[in-house]
């Protein structure tokens, strides 16, 4: 099944991500594709599939994506077909997404579960984001208010867990997967 664990830039996704992988051991990470350039360390193919904006044009034109969405002014997506075939082998396929992509998920696939990552609170997760030291000013800026967007829209997902203390959020997470995975079905509905 897909397990979608979105919520703002700084909140701590992908911790809780790599916490999941370690707990879960049939848990394999969606790798999106992105037009955002890499960062320092991020290497092609495991962070991310880094494309030029006429090839992510393409990947949607040609209905490669599962689900895609705007952020910040990069184009960032999902991968339809490794996420299908790890469904279809049963496997747990976790998405670290933006709150738009998780609502197209979704709707592609009701036996998606949504997770929505709560800051502590919103000067926590400014806290975060400028500590990260990966971004400039004005895009953490550009993130911060983008957050501000997305905690409006967390009323819209199964769950939401609030990553104050990382063991706490993990185990309501398994919970919930657990939970989710007895009801869901490994027929491949996106
Ligand atoms: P970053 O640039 O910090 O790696 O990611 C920016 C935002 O894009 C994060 O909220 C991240 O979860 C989200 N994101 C990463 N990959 C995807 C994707 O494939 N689809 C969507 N909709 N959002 C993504």
Same mark, same amino acid.
């Given at each position: 099944m897909?397990?979608?664990?979105?919520?703002?830039?700084?909140?701590?996704?992908?911790?809780?991500?790599?916490?999941?992988?370690?707990?879960?051991?049939?848990?394999?990470?969606?790798?999106?594709?992105?037009?955002?350039?890499?960062?320092?360390?991020?290497?092609?193919?495991?962070?991310?599939?880094?494309?030029?904006?006429?090839t992510?044009e393409?990947?949607?034109?040609?209905?490669?994506?599962?689900?895609?969405?705007?952020?910040?002014?990069?184009?960032?997506?999902?991968?339809? $077909?490794? *996420?299908?075939?790890?469904?279809?082998?049963?496997?747990?396929?976790? /998405? #670290?997404?933006? !709150?738009q992509?998780? @609502?197209?998920?979704?709707?592609?696939?009701?036996?998606?579960?949504?997770?929505?990552?709560?800051?502590?609170?919103?000067?926590?997760?400014?806290?975060r984001?400028?500590?990260?030291?990966?971004?400039?000013?004005?895009?953490?800026?550009?993130?911060?208010?983008?957050?501000?967007?997305?905690? $409006?829209? *967390?009323?819209?997902?199964?769950?939401?867990?609030?990553?104050?203390? /990382? #063991?706490?959020? !993990?185990?309501?997470? @398994?919970?919930?997967?657990?939970?989710?995975?007895?009801?869901?079905?490994?027929?491949?509905a996106?």
């Amino acid at each position: 099944m897909l397990v979608v664990v979105a919520g703002p830039s700084g909140v701590g996704k992908g911790t809780v991500h790599t916490e999941l992988r370690r707990r879960l051991p049939d848990a394999v990470l969606s790798v999106s594709a992105t037009t955002r350039p890499a960062r320092p360390g991020e290497v092609d193919g495991v962070h991310y599939r880094f494309v030029d904006r006429t090839t992510f044009e393409g990947m949607v034109a040609d209905g490669d994506l599962l689900e895609w969405a705007e952020y910040a002014g990069n184009l960032y997506g999902t991968p339809r $077909a490794p *996420a299908a075939e790890a469904v279809a082998r049963g496997e747990v396929v976790l /998405l #670290d997404i933006e !709150v738009q992509g998780a @609502l197209q998920v979704k709707a592609a696939d009701p036996d998606a579960l949504l997770v929505f990552l709560q800051p502590p609170s919103f000067e926590e997760l400014e806290r975060r984001l400028r500590g990260r030291g990966t971004e400039d000013g004005a895009t953490i800026a550009r993130r911060l208010e983008v957050a501000l967007d997305e905690l $409006a829209g *967390a009323g819209a997902f199964d769950l939401e867990v609030v990553n104050d203390d /990382l #063991d706490r959020c !993990v185990d309501e997470l @398994l919970d919930a997967i657990a939970v989710a995975r007895r009801a869901a079905t490994d027929d491949v509905a996106f």
